[in-house]
T-cell receptor, first 110, second 113 residues
Framework: AQRVTQPEKLLSVFKGAPVELKCNYS??????LFWYVQYSRQRLQLLLR??SRESIKGFTADLNKGETSFHLKKPFAQEEDSAMYYC????????????FGSGTRLSIRP | DTAVSQTPKYLVTQMGNDKSIKCEQN?????MYWYKQDSKKFLKIMFS???????INETVPNRFSPKSPDKAHLNLHINSLELGDSAVYFC????????????FGDGTRLSIL
């Protein structure tokens, strides 16, 4: 079954502390993984995708096929990182739908 | 301003009514989607259209009917609204082809009284 699991509904860390938002997936094949972010009162937007191997706003995410994980990390949290984060996956066929995790609310304390 | 825009932003109506939410994208994308975000913030796909053709239709009550007059528009019509339909509905679009990132609208908060 295709599934994306984000085990933490809420993650609260202090400013300057490291952040890790967990994401595990279940998929028969090699999907593409994404992280989407929704800041307060803003639209949902793409943060990063695993094939880009880029760092956006200090965030990185490495696809670990052995552990079927795609955790989102940032070494030093900033207050503006407070938002709702969704991990998502999509298969490679043209009719594949994107499947979202349930989301993790990240709260950065000053 | 290139974007995915949906109207209205807020929709408050009574049970049993019929309502529509409109979505337009000027990004030149071929594929459009409707998602429902429930009270627990869980995002679930409802429909996907590619060049006006339905390609994904999840298990959604047939009171929900998407309509795509052209590839830049995907409207969502809902008949006989029920309390459980209260949610935020997001429209999104992407380029055709595999694994293109999706661009989302601001969402429409639907509240059923």
């Amino acid at each position: 079954a295709q599934r994306v699991t984000q085990p933490e509904k809420l993650l609260s860390v202090f400013k300057g502390a490291p952040v890790e938002l967990k994401c595990n997936y279940s998929y028969s094949g090699s999907p593409e993984l994404f992280w989407y972010v929704q800041y307060s009162r803003q639209r949902l937007q793409l943060l990063l995708r695993h094939i880009s191997r880029e760092s956006i706003k200090g965030f990185t995410a490495d696809l670990n096929k052995g552990e079927t994980s795609f955790h989102l990390k940032k070494p030093f949290a900033q207050e503006e990182d407070s938002a709702m984060y969704y991990c998502a996956l999509r298969g490679y066929s043209s009719a594949s739908k994107i499947i979202f995790g349930s989301g993790t609310r990240l709260s950065i304390r000053p | 301003d290139t974007a995915v825009s949906q109207t209205p932003k807020y929709l408050v109506t009574q049970m049993g009514n019929d309502k529509s939410i409109k979505c337009e994208q000027n990004l030149g994308h071929d594929t459009m989607y409707w998602y429902k975000q429930d009270s627990k913030k869980f995002l679930k796909i409802m429909f996907s259209y590619n060049n006006k053709e339905l390609i994904i239709n999840e298990t959604v009550p047939n009171r929900f009917s998407p309509k795509s007059p052209d590839k830049a528009h995907l409207n969502l019509h809902i008949n006989s609204l029920e309390l459980g339909d209260s949610a935020v509905y997001f429209c999104a679009s992407s380029e055709a082809g595999t694994n293109q990132p999706q661009h989302f609208g601001d969402g429409t908060r639907l509240s059923i009284l």
